[in-house]
């Protein structure tokens, strides 16, 4: 709020901001940039709010406005009060006396327990710092994020790339470390850890996209198994698909298990253990003491076994077809889309959130799923409702408008033809203890 009005339109106008006076609706976004040409006079300039003799013009300018000369007393006093909070806004301070860039971000982590959470990777960022240095750690991860977009997979969280850093200096604990003993261990070799974790991240996403049928980073259905996976291709960059198998296998179990639910750190720990020494050849893999978790009810991106079921969906039931009789692409609609490609088939019952009412189907703007099936020739309603995974029981209900019948039949269906695939894989995944297997 400080700096002077800048010239033209170049990187400096971003700190130029203005204030809105006079909004119909103070519910409205008020602030804004203005980079055109000389702002109207009802736009505050926020270095102004600090500058009296700056304020000052404004008023003027506002009484002179003759478009605005009617309220321009009222625009002077709303600017005043803007003016006012701005001036009068206490900004807390602790000040730490002594010591180094270590002991500060330590003492930062509790003492900004209220504020805006800082990531770790952030936090390993700060203690790693070296003014010589022209990127931060949190920079080459932003940079390793970009690439990896860049390649088509789509935006990846910030998280698993951090831990696959973690893990590849050879830290166990990649969620629990201490800050100054893991930024040590990391500091000392930052530029070739974060190189091979790079490299390793992409033979991992070439492996989801080619190997496991993931066409976007968003159907990964827990981040630490792309972690895993990174850290297993750093090991053994070239496995050999048709010999070892099972890394595929591996990502599937995952998936349905409760290896990664609530992100048990001792858990992770310990399949960090068991897929570095896979890796090297030490030991083989087991899934002992994981328990498949049952289909889910309610459509959930967020929820980790909801993706997990939309990834296999989308590689167990292959091209789907357009209104059109046309193959849909999948791959771009998903990009382009998110979850939002995933539309309700049947609305207006207590069960149109089940994750069985969802296919990925376009229609015209404004027209139900439902609409646009039950408009097609019989010939082309059957074909298109098949290639989504509607078996003809299933249809038989749509077309009866019994819409519990049609979530019923359809969950029926899809519920069995996973549970074959978990088999064909060789899952060793075993019921929950205490209740029927739930497969």
């Not at 009060?81 to 509790?110: C, T």
């Not at 830290?171 to 390793?200: F, I, M, P, S």
Request: glycine letters at 8%; charged letters at 25%.
């Amino acid at each position: 709020m400080h700096r002077p009005e800048p010239a033209g339109t170049g990187r400096d106008r971003q700190w130029w901001i203005y204030r809105t006076l006079g909004a119909p609706d103070q519910r409205d976004l008020l602030f804004q940039h203005w980079g055109k040409h000389a702002p109207p006079a009802n736009l505050l300039a926020m270095q102004a709010v600090l500058r009296t003799m700056n304020f000052l013009a404004h008023a003027r300018r506002l009484a002179r406005d003759l478009t605005r000369a009617e309220n321009s007393d009222a625009l002077v006093d709303e600017a005043e009060q803007v003016a006012q909070r701005i001036k009068a806004y206490k900004i807390s301070v602790i000040r730490l006396f002594g010591g180094d860039l270590e002991h500060a971000v330590e003492a930062f982590s509790p003492v900004n327990s209220n504020g805006r959470q800082i990531s770790p990777d952030q936090m390993v960022s700060a203690l790693t710092y070296r003014a010589r240095h022209d990127e931060t750690l949190t920079d080459r991860i932003a940079s390793i994020r970009e690439s990896i977009a860049d390649s088509g997979f789509g935006d990846t969280a910030a998280e698993p790339v951090f831990q696959t850093i973690v893990a590849i200096a050879g830290e166990d604990d990649v969620q629990g470390a201490r800050w100054t003993a893991l930024a040590d261990r990391v500091g000392k070799t930052l530029d070739g850890v974060v190189a091979q974790a790079e490299v390793a991240l992409h033979r991992a996403v070439r492996f989801l996209r080619y190997e496991v049928g993931v066409p976007v980073a968003w159907l990964v259905p827990y981040p630490q198994q792309l972690m895993l996976l990174a850290l297993f291709f750093h090991h053994r960059p070239d496995p050999g698909r048709r010999s070892d198998p099972c890394p595929d296998a591996r990502f599937w179990s995952t998936s349905w298990s409760t290896l990664f639910v609530g992100g048990n750190a001792f858990q992770l720990r310990r399949a960090l253990h068991q897929l570095g020494a896979f890796a090297t050849g030490r030991a083989g893999l087991s899934s002992q003491g994981q328990y498949v978790q049952p289909l889910p009810e309610r459509f959930d991106t967020e929820d980790g076994r909801v993706r997990a079921f939309l990834l296999w969906e989308l590689n167990h039931l292959g091209q789907r077809h357009g209104l059109d009789s046309e193959p849909i692409e999948l791959d771009d609609l998903l990009a382009r889309s998110g979850a939002a490609a995933c539309r309700r088939v049947v609305t207006g019952i207590r069960d149109a959130s089940s994750i069985a009412n969802r296919i990925v189907l376009p229609t015209p703007p404004g027209t139900p799923v439902r609409d646009a099936l039950l408009d097609l020739p019989p010939n082309r309603l059957r074909s298109v409702a098949v290639s989504h995974g509607i078996p003809p029981a299933a249809l038989a209900r749509l077309l009866a408008d019994d819409r519990d019948g049609f979530i019923r039949e359809r969950t029926a269906t899809l519920a069995g033809l996973e549970q074959e695939f978990i088999q064909e894989i060789g899952a060793d995944l075993a019921g929950e203890p205490g209740r029927e297997n739930i497969l």
